[in-house]
């Protein structure tokens, strides 16, 4: 059973940057898919980043260019690193991952529990 831990959420300014981590245990994040997804009150959750277990990364079209996703397997460590934010960035972040990448978060086995990003104006 992988678990995982967010952390690095916080509040910033508008073009400001943030970077979260997702530290997992019990399972080697080399072997899955690592993804970022984001929901914000009112909205529909968000794909946001994912990085397949060859280290490809994809990106919603909303964040590229901002963010990078990456993934330290020493560590076991997935990170997200947010540049230039806007306040649509506002949302809580959530890591997951999975064998196979998908768009969808219902289709990640493991989970985290979030980490909050308030981006003000």
């Known amino acids: 059973q992988v678990q995982l831990v967010e952390s690095g959420g916080g509040s910033v300014q508008a073009g400001g940057s943030l970077r979260l981590s997702c530290a997992a245990s019990g399972g080697t994040i080399s072997s899955l898919c690592m993804a970022w997804f984001r929901q914000a009150p009112g909205k529909e959750r968000e794909s946001v980043a994912s990085?397949?277990?060859?280290?490809?990364?994809t990106y919603a079209d909303s964040v590229k260019g901002r963010f990078t996703s990456s993934k330290d397997n020493a560590k076991n460590t997935l990170y997200l690193q947010m540049n230039s934010l806007k306040p649509d960035d506002t949302a809580m972040y959530y890591c997951?991952?999975?064998?196979?990448?998908?768009?969808?978060?219902?289709?990640?086995?493991?989970r985290g529990q979030g980490t909050q990003v308030t981006v003000s104006s």
């Open positions: 997951a991952a999975t064998r196979w990448c998908f768009t969808a978060l219902s289709e990640y086995e493991y």
């Open positions: 990085i397949d277990r060859n280290g490809f990364g």
